[in-house]
């Protein structure tokens, strides 16, 4: 029996039972629940209108069909080969410094995303509090957003109020609660998002916006189109960060990789491409699509939205309604991120879980406080130029992910093997794209990716402009 064999067959002894999704529609919920949240529904909008409306969504979708794809089915792959967590899984090929590396970055990068997410989740529970007080024409005003966030007291309650809410989560472990909420909950924002975007789309002067995000102009492309909708494309499907390869480990042999893979895909695409729908329009009708108000970054949907669901006239219930979706969204999102630092911290370090969880909390309550602050009393701090908030999101995206992707392709390429991944995959799936994944991750993958952090790095270092 070769070494591969003995892993997996391994794994399926080690698997204890209770710890395998009991089929595709919980391994899909689960991971849509992770993937689906603020990176979708506040990310990708503000990056779209940013980096050139339908040229980045262009890009964004071919990015998603192979690289996003070789990705999933990599990481699933390696997941449920091994049947261990990142860290875990990269040292079952063997005790070299770059495998310890590669597992190690995985785990990193989603302990720096929680605190910055938090603290988004922070300015969403704001905004709910704002509706359910009926304070929707106030939430509208030009100047509401800003003087919120510059004012570090009520922003870092806020910031507080959604982090101990996904602590408290993880303390009680009500798991199943929230899969059963999210069966509920999600099919909801999906009509309400369908709802809002029709109404966006057709008021007067929208039309405009709709061109803007939907047709493709090549004349708004540049390196940094790719550099933000590759980093978009991994933070919206949670992927260089382990997540995926601890699902894979849950996943059951009978589970069709491939198939599951493509689901997840389009999901994630439709909630942020609606999402598109609803703000970038918007934008158009009521500002006439300065360019100013474009390039907003991360407050556009903060100050657009609000602006959209006062003209309804319904103002403070779809606005209640809306808000608190995301917020759920956002939280299932947040309670996964902090899953997975936290199986980390207990697994190699031996804590407990509780000791664990509240290493993360601390961590998290620290760094989030920075990025609050960043945009209050210390907004004279920069790094590389960028705000705090900005420069984590910059770093873990940008810069890290590409390194961990990396690491995944070259454990491919040097050790498993793409016939040891095109096993796994075929054990319950045809894997009729190969061919494809075969090409994107030994020739494309390797060679873009560093690409993407070169460029990454020579964009914060100044000498190329956003
Ligand atoms: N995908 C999530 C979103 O779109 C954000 C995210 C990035 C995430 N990485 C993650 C969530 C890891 C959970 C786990 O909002």
Wanted: positive net charge; charged residues 15%.
């Amino acid at each position: 029996m070769d070494k591969k064999d003995a892993i997996s067959t391994e794994s399926n002894t080690a698997k204890k039972q209770k710890n395998t999704f009991s089929g595709n529609v919980g391994y899909i919920l689960a991971v849509a629940g992770s993937a689906v949240g603020l990176g979708n529904i506040w990310r990708f909008p503000y990056l779209a209108a940013k980096y050139g409306g339908g040229i980045f969504l262009l890009v964004y979708l071919i990015l998603m069909l192979t690289f996003g794809y070789a990705m999933i089915i990599s990481e699933t792959a390696i997941g449920r080969m091994t049947g261990k967590s990142p860290v875990g899984a990269f040292s079952a090929f063997g005790s070299k410094k770059w495998l310890k590396f590669g597992g190690g970055i995985n785990a990193v990068v989603p302990m720096l995303i929680l605190p910055y997410y938090s603290v988004i989740g922070g300015w969403v529970v704001r905004y709910v509090a704002e509706y359910l007080r009926g304070n929707a024409a106030e939430a509208a005003e030009d100047e509401f957003f800003g003087s919120f966030i510059s004012n570090s007291f009520v922003a870092e309650i806020c910031f507080v109020v959604f982090v101990f809410a996904a602590f408290l989560v993880i303390i009680a472990g009500v798991k199943n609660g929230i899969e059963a909420v999210s069966k509920v909950v999600m099919p909801m924002l999906v009509i309400l998002a369908v709802i809002t975007a029709v109404y966006s789309v057709t008021r007067p002067g929208a039309l405009e916006g709709v061109k803007y995000f939907l047709v493709p102009n090549f004349r708004d492309f540049s390196i940094m189109t790719v550099v933000a909708a590759m980093g978009q494309m991994f933070y919206s499907l949670s992927l260089a960060m382990g997540i995926l390869i601890t699902y894979g480990s849950y996943l059951k042999k009978e589970s069709d990789i491939e198939q599951n893979t493509t689901r997840v895909e389009w999901f994630d695409t439709g909630i942020a491409i609606l999402a598109g729908l609803m703000i970038i329009p918007a934008v158009f009708a009521f500002t006439g699509g300065d360019i100013k108000t474009l390039k907003a970054g991360p407050s556009l949907m903060f100050i657009t939205l609000p602006k959209v669901f006062d003209s309804m006239g319904l103002g403070n219930i779809i606005g209640n309604v809306f808000f608190l979706m995301v917020l759920f969204a956002a939280l299932t999102s947040a309670i996964s991120l902090f899953e997975t630092c936290t199986a980390t911290i207990a697994e190699e370090l031996g804590f407990s879980r509780v000791v664990s969880s509240l290493i993360v909390l601390c961590v998290s309550l620290i760094l989030g406080t920075a990025s609050v602050f960043g945009y209050g009393i210390w907004s004279f701090v920069r790094i590389f130029g960028m705000q705090i908030l900005d420069f984590f999101d910059f770093l873990t995206n940008s810069v890290m992910m590409p390194v961990s992707a990396f690491f995944v392709c070259i454990l491919i390429i040097r050790v498993i093997g793409f016939d040891g991944v095109a096993k796994e995959v075929k054990l319950s799936s045809k894997f009729r794209r190969q061919p494809m994944y075969y090409i994107v991750t030994k020739y494309i993958a390797p060679f873009f990716l560093m690409i993407i952090l070169a460029s990454s790095i020579a964009s914060a270092l100044g000498f190329i402009t956003i």
